[in-house]
Every structure is written in C-alpha cells, then in structure tokens.
C-alpha cells in the first residue's frame, strides 16, 4: 500500500518503505513544546514591558507571544529573513518612533531565541519542520529512491516544500502535481498577479523549480472549461478588469458565461440563521436521493455549527471538522467557574452556576435550590462562604423536610468551603503551575474525579497536567492574575469532532474541502471578512517593514483563500450562500462572490437563484395556522385597595398587577443583584441606630 505523509509535518519515523533506511533528520535537534515556547516567549515580552516601565500584565504578554510565535512561524516559510536590518528599518522608513521599540526588542528575539534554544539541545517548531523538509530533499538528491514519489495538493508557499518539490520534480518516478495551475492565462495578467490572487503561490513556485508554466502538462481532462476560464476572469487582476467584456466576447459571449454558470445556484438569505436553515434544507434534500452524497465548505465555525444543530433536526448527522472550543464545554466551563472563583470563593453567579454544573455532585437539587433562593437571589448579604453557611443555618424551617434541607445546605457550603479553601488562600506573587495545581485538585475534588471524563476532560486534562510541567516558564505572577492567564491558555484550544464513517453529508473548513468532493458543494459564509477573513494586524512589524525582512505578506493568505475558492467552484453542482444581514449588521458580499456577480450580470446573464428554499427555511419556525388569542377574563377576587404608587402599574400593565396582588407571585430577585435604594436606605438606617446605641451611656 502506498504511504501518504502530509508535507507540512513530515513524520520521522522508521519506516524503511517511507524515507529509507536511516531516520530523516536524526541530526535535528527536537521541536520545543508548542506550550513551553508560548510561555517563554511570554516571559521575554514580561521582561521587555519591566525594562521599559510599561504594563507588565502576564495575558497581554500571552497574547503577543501568540502573535510572535505566528512571526516565527512566517519567518520559517522563507528561505532567509534579513534580521539584521531591524535597527535600520525605522530610520529607513521615517515610521512612527513606536516601531522603533518594537524593531528593538525583535532584534533582541532573533539573536536570543535561536541561541536559547540550541543551548537547550532543542529547536523551534517551524523550523523544525523546514529542516525535516531540506534534509529530506537533500538525501533523495544524491540518493534518489526508485519507488515512484508523487507530491499533490500542495501550491508550495514554503521556500522548502518548493526545494522538496524540485528534487522530487527530477527523479526517475517522481511526480508533482500543482493543484488548478492556469496554464492559458494571457502573459500581461500572469504578470500582473499579486498575493492576493489564487494563482500567486503557483507563480512562486514555478519561478522556484525554474520552469515556465506552459510546459506543465494537464493532469487529466478539463471536465469545465467554461466555468474554469469564467472564474479566472472574475479573479483576474484589478488592471485586467477594464477589457471583461471584450475579454468574454473573444470567449464566446453570453452563451459562453451561461454555459459557465451552468450548475451554480445563489442564495442570499437575510439573516445568518435563514442562511443555515436554507442549507439544512438543501443538504437534507440532497439525501432524499440514494447514494448522493452533500458537502458544506465554510470557514465560519458559527454558520458550520447552526446548520448542524438544524440538520438534528432530521436526525442527520454530518460528518463535521469543525471542533469544539474546550472553553465550551463542561470540563472547560468547570475550570473557567474555579477560575473565578479562585478571586472571590462566595462570589454569588459563579457559585450559582457551579452549583449546577452537571459534573459537580455536592448537594441534591432540593438542596442545591434551597441555597440559590435563600441566599443567593438578591443583593448579597455575606462576604466569605462562612458567613453564608452561617446565613443558611438562620434560614427558617417551619417544618421537619425543611430542616433537612437547610441541614444539607449547609453541609454542602461546609464541603465546598474546605474545597476551595487551597484556591483561595493562594496569595501573593506565585507560579502559574501552583495555581493550576490548586485548579486541578480543586475540580478533582468537587466531582468526586469525574470532571475529567469523556473527550472534553481529557482535553481539559492535558492542558492542565502541561500548564503544571511547563507553567514555570512564565515567571512569577501576582495570584489575582493567575485566573486570567488559565482563561487565556483555553483559547483556541478545541476538542476534536468524533469520526463519523462513511457519513454522507459532511461539513467541512476549505483545509479539509481541498483534496474532498461530493456531488453536491454548498460554499457558505461568502461575505467579505468571513470568507475571506481579513488580514491580520501586526503588532511587531509594519507592512513595508516585513517586506523589507523578506517576510511573506499577510495578504498571501488571502490569495491561498482564493486559491481554494477558485478550486471550489469549479465543482458540477455548486450553491453559493451568504447572509445580508451578521449580527444585525449590513453585510458586503464577498469580494470573489462581488466580481462573478459583476461579470456575469455584464453579459446579460443572471445567476440561479432558488426562492423556493428561502421561503421553506421562512416556513420551517411558522405556526401551521394562526389563531386569534381570546382576551383574559381573570375572576379570581377582586382588588379591594390599591396604593397611589400602583395606579401607573394597573393602567400600563394590569396583568402585572393582578398576578402579584390576585394570585399572590412575586418575580425572583436576580442572582448577585447590585443593591438598590431600598438596601441602602436600610443599611444607612442600621449604621445610625448602631452609632446611636454605641453613644448611648
């Protein structure tokens, strides 16, 4: 059977059938923990911010680390980057005195990291992965393997996945394959291709092996030229586009585009959740038919997530890629509840909501409910837990049930007191492991070692024990923003979806979309900075100063996006969806959904478009039938006095009126509510009649 490795992490194992004999890259030094480097890199932006007498906050410089861990990781995708130009850069580009600081302190990184990390015997993560690559093509260069080696899907944006490709280009069974290369695209457009256009990374990487794109030959058959050609000219460059309908005229013309949209459908839904709903409908009918199979591509995690929930709906279950943030689930929202916990141990939600955490068994529900109404709702009467179980304890219990109840309560309070006792007394400056030990001992105990069950936990738990090990690195921290940095060390961490096998609708991002088709493709989420999401802001380096350090642009990512939108598209059977409205804001179409509507529209041909969907998704929520609600005729008793204060109520809400005053229900007060005039006007009155009686002889 052949053996298949994804290109950007290179397994060094010792399969002979694979890499040879001997192991690829024994000589490269191991990869640093991804968690060990964040917290280092942590450590040197504290550092940096104490030198300067700025904010020394450990989550921002967590955040930056993310940020300088993602410049890292840019830097290795490059065959060198001119560090030694950063002091020079600011001056060069007459740039705010800001950047100047921020050059500074990344002129420091490149000269500290590496030797930081060859001290240590280790290498960076990214670089470790380049290194893998270069040896790996070094060895099959003078010791070329027989076995065909075939290289597919990739664009090669990394300098040493274009070397890899070279070497594999030129051996005896080797075999590259540039995934939607345009080998017709005029000369003057080829030219004038920026980063962001799909066919950027393709250009890079045929300058790199040295070839001219027309001598690469066409794997397999054109099955839809129109489409091909009508999607490259709707993502042709900006200067290209003042000729499109002489360009589709020379094509073929109207008949020509018809011919190209043959198969595409859009739909614009006006809100996200008609959106979803309109796809749910479309994969479902797809399944109606045997053996049909349905894709979602999406980036957008929430539309992939609402069309899931819709899909329960049938009982359909989508193979989905999409995974789950640990922050929401129960093992994550457990941890979070301590987290807060830890700051203030009778804070009144929180308590509240770890009460009722599913996982945590410390009390019945009775009991649990008994604690929440008697002490809980309204403003809060205690400061420590101690002082609320002592408040429990007073609580009235006119009868024996409720004694046992009040008797529960407290024991629950007692046990839970005991139990954060640790977290809470952790004061000071201290170490994130000590703090996360307390966390880890504090969850084991309140579920009795059940909050680390099922995926989630064991998500929950690795990033605990890791966080323990490595949390060292970070530096002492005073023990009030311990919390937040646990908060902030789950963001971005997700929990892995359960396989489905042979699922026949699936949900997928555009990574997983690249090398997959089904028979019908829905693109959803096509609104400008959803798909494609907008280019990140830098907070180390300018635009022209990456261009001058040879680090790639942020827009290229943009261009890979387009890349696998062009790929898309080019399907049989397409829908094409977005939302007019996100969040109850206006929406933009998307840029590559704008130009197709553009060029299309300009030669007198229209999109399909299906009505009949929006209006069943409309549908899906409707009552089958309207009916006329009859007025209320309340006949039990009458008022017989009414305050002055409650005739506004009676005449703006009569209903209010007569459910407190007739049937007897008061609103429950919220949870930790802020005092009001009421609580304040009682307490002013306590203290002067305490200051009166401390007077009185």
Not at 73 to 78: E, L, Y
Not at 171 to 193: F, H, M, R, Y
Not at 452 to 480: C, K, S, V, W
Not at 609 to 617: I, K, S, T
Request: proline share 7%.
């Amino acid at each position: 059977m052949p053996a298949i490795r994804p290109l950007g992490d290179p397994h060094v194992d010792d399969d002979p059938d694979v890499w040879g004999a001997d192991v690829v890259g024994e000589e490269i030094a191991p990869p640093i923990d991804r968690l060990r480097r964040r917290l280092e890199l942590a450590a040197l932006i504290r550092r940096r911010d104490q030198a300067e007498h700025g904010v020394e906050d450990p989550v921002r410089a967590l955040a930056l680390a993310d940020e300088l861990a993602r410049l890292l990781d840019s830097a290795a995708t490059v065959d060198r980057v001119a560090w030694d130009r950063l002091r020079d850069l600011v001056t060069d580009f007459a740039l705010a005195r800001h950047w100047e600081s921020s050059a500074a302190f990344l002129d420091i990184v490149a000269q500290f990291w590496p030797l930081h990390l060859e001290e240590r015997g280790l290498s960076d993560v990214s670089a470790h992965g380049a290194a893998i690559r270069s040896a790996l093509a070094a060895r099959w260069e003078t010791h070329p393997p027989q076995r065909p080696v075939i290289i597919a899907g990739s664009t090669g944006s990394i300098a040493t996945t274009r070397a890899l490709m070279r070497v594999v280009a030129g051996l005896p069974q080797g075999l590259v394959i540039l995934p939607g290369l345009d080998t017709d695209l005029d000369d003057g457009a080829w030219n004038e291709i920026g980063d962001q256009h799909p066919q950027f990374a393709l250009k890079e990487t045929l300058a790199a092996l040295g070839l001219d794109r027309r001598e690469v030959p066409l794997f397999g058959a054109d099955e839809r030229p129109a489409r091909r050609i009508l999607i490259r000219e709707a993502l042709a460059p900006a200067i290209k586009t003042a000729d499109w309908l002489a360009r589709l005229d020379a094509a073929g013309g109207a008949p020509f585009v018809a011919e190209g949209v043959a198969g595409l459908t859009l739909i614009e839904a006006a809100t996200e959740d008609e959106e979803a709903a309109a796809i749910a409908l479309l994969m479902r009918e797809a399944l109606e038919t045997p053996a049909r199979t349905v894709a979602l591509v999406t980036p957008d995690v929430g539309l992939a997530r609402r069309v899931d929930a819709k899909l329960a709906r049938w009982g359909v279950v989508a193979s989905i890629s999409h995974g789950r943030q640990l922050r929401e689930t129960e093992a994550g929202a457990l941890i979070a509840l301590l987290c807060d916990l830890a700051l203030d141990p009778g804070e009144p939600v929180a308590l509240a909501a770890l009460l009722k955490h599913p996982r945590v068994r410390l009390a019945s529900l009775e009991a649990r409910t008994f604690i929440e109404h008697e002490a809980l709702r309204g403003p809060r009467c205690y400061e420590t837990l101690d002082e609320l179980g002592a408040l429990l304890a007073k609580a009235k219990a006119p009868n024996e049930a409720r004694m046992r109840l009040r008797d529960e309560a407290c024991a629950c309070i007692a046990a839970l007191s005991e139990i954060l006792a640790p977290l809470a007394a952790l004061r000071g400056a201290i170490s994130l492991s000590h703090f996360v030990d307390a966390v880890y001992v504090a969850a084991g105990a309140l579920t009795e070692n059940r909050a680390f069950a099922g995926a989630d936990g064991e998500n929950a738990n690795t990033m605990l024990r890791e966080a323990i090990d490595e949390g060292e690195a970070l530096g002492p921290m005073q023990a009030y923003a311990a919390p937040r940095v646990l908060r902030q060390l789950m963001q971005g961490r997700e929990i892995a979806p359960p396989a489905i096998d042979e699922a026949r609708a699936a949900i997928w991002g555009p990574l997983e979309a690249r090398l997959q088709r089904r028979d019908l493709m829905i693109l959803g989420g096509l609104n400008e900075g959803v798909w494609p999401q907008a280019a990140p802001e830098d907070p180390f380096l300018s635009r022209p100063m990456r261009a001058a350090l040879g680090l790639p642009s942020h827009d290229q990512r943009i261009g890979l996006a387009a890349h696998d939108f062009a790929q898309l598209i080019s399907g049989p059977e397409i829908v094409l969806t977005r939302a007019l409205r996100r969040e109850g804001a206006p929406t933009l179409a998307s840029r590559w959904l704008w130009r197709l509507k553009t060029l299309v529209e300009g030669a007198k041909v229209k999109l399909a478009e299906a009505p009949q969907v929006l209006a069943h998704a409309r549908a899906l929520d409707q009552p089958p039938r309207q009916r006329e609600p009859k007025a209320p005729r309340p006949t039990q008793g009458k008022l017989k006095q009414i305050s002055v204060t409650q005739v506004e109520a009676l005449i703006r809400d009569p209903y209010a009126v007569y459910a407190r005053r007739i049937l007897g229900l008061e609103p429950l007060d919220p949870i930790g509510m802020a005092p009001g005039p009421a609580e304040r006007g009682t307490a002013v009155h306590a203290a002067i009649e305490a200051l009166w009686r401390w007077r009185l002889p």
